[in-house]
């Protein structure tokens, strides 16, 4: 089955906080930046993948369409590992994470939906996964500085039924709103996206222990300071999470080595795609700590990440970023009534994207490469 063809889309859709957009990552956020691709075989299967992500699409994308699409066309789309692993060694001169590596977990998950349509398998259940047809979700708030703001977000995702909530703050006021709002019944965790100094990072810790985290996510820069971060996990108090930013299996192993988390959190669309986060579950296995997929998109990665979660994690609830979009081109699927989201059931992925939805979402036309 050869790969005949190769596209790359990017979508803009705006979203809804609840409160005015902030700065993140040098811009105000008030758009979901999405890069799907999408991969057609000659025997006329196809499917979708995404790369991350937000503000980086661009890269992403330029990397996906003048090295990664073209190096995939001719290629077996059955052959997934073994054309991940070639294509990572070829490419590795232009770095070991960042748009190539983003590039490269585009066409992995592309490649996963493909077989799962070919076995006539949703993807959790071709992994060997549960049965299950929900996933808990916890709601990832974004950032919103003021702390009457924070226990608002805090206290609309309680109300919607989520039973945890996770922050994107860096202040102790912040944190104490949101337990405020929340009370003892909802799970409350901490991504900080490395701010702090392994001194700083124990010294917030012991000040947030009276606010009952159940995890502080990326405490530490540069988050490859593993023992670092393993000195915050031994003296800080709190559960220690990580990964979303890690290059590969073998940085995880450097972490695991290093006993620096409680938590493993690959991005399937940053780290590789699905076949790096299924090496890196094994490993979180044989060394006693938990997998916990991070997911802060809302393309073909969504979708990947609930299989994922479903397969390897049922028991862990699913991240989903919490804002209202305009329009998905998966509709539903994008959504978590009750704090729940839905395992789709078709076969691969589970569904393709909305033709519609991306005509009047798209940013420029999509870039079509064949063999």
């Not at 758009?31 to 299967?45: C, I, K, S």
């Not at 499917?47 to 995939?72: L, N, V, Y």
């Not at 983003?102 to 398998?121: C, F, P, V």
């Not at 606010?211 to 108090?237: C, I, M, Q, S, T």
Request: aromatic share 8%.
């Amino acid at each position: 089955m050869k790969i005949v063809a190769v596209e790359s889309h990017l979508l803009r859709v705006a979203f809804d906080m609840g409160a005015p957009p902030r700065a993140f990552a040098g811009a105000a956020w008030s758009h979901m930046d999405t890069l799907f691709v999408r991969v057609v075989t000659d025997q006329g299967l196809e499917g979708w993948g995404e790369g991350f992500g937000h503000a980086a699409c661009p890269a992403t994308r330029a990397a996906f369409d003048t090295q990664i699409g073209p190096a995939a066309l001719g290629r077996d789309a059955r052959d997934i590992r073994g054309l991940m692993g070639r294509m990572l060694q070829q490419f590795h001169l232009f770095g070991r994470n960042g748009p190539l590596v983003y590039a490269l977990s585009a066409l992995d998950i592309a490649l996963w939906d493909i077989a799962g349509k070919a076995a006539g398998l949703p993807l959790c259940r071709l992994l060997g996964g549960s049965l299950a047809t929900v996933l808990d979700a916890y709601a990832s708030l974004l950032r919103y500085d003021e702390p009457e703001l924070v226990a608002a977000a805090a206290a609309r995702a309680a109300a919607q039924g989520y039973k945890a909530v996770k922050l994107h703050e860096i202040g102790v006021p912040q944190v104490a709103a949101a337990r405020r709002a929340l009370g003892s019944g909802v799970d409350l965790m901490l991504d900080v996206n490395c701010p702090w100094t392994v001194a700083q990072a124990i010294d917030m810790a012991q000040r947030l222990g009276e606010y009952d985290l159940a995890w502080l996510e990326e405490p530490v820069f540069p988050p490859e300071d593993h023992k670092g971060l393993a000195r915050v996990r031994r003296a800080g108090g709190i559960a220690i999470s990580a990964g979303e930013n890690a290059a590969g299996l073998h940085d995880f192993h450097s972490l695991f080595e290093a006993e620096a988390v409680d938590n493993a959190q690959p991005s399937v669309a940053k780290i590789g795609g699905i076949t790096e986060v299924v090496k890196i579950a094994a490993l979180a296995e044989a060394h006693s700590v938990r997998l916990v997929p991070h997911c802060a998109y809302f393309g073909a990665g969504y979708l990947a990440s609930i299989h994922l979660n479903a397969s390897l994690a049922p028991d862990v609830p699913f991240e989903r970023i919490f804002v209202d979009l305009e329009a998905s081109p998966y509709h539903d699927l994008v959504t978590a009534p009750d704090g729940k989201v839905r395992v789709p059931d078709g076969p691969g992925l589970g569904r393709d994207p909305d033709p519609e939805v991306m005509r009047r979402f798209r940013l420029g036309e999509p870039t079509v490469l064949r063999a």
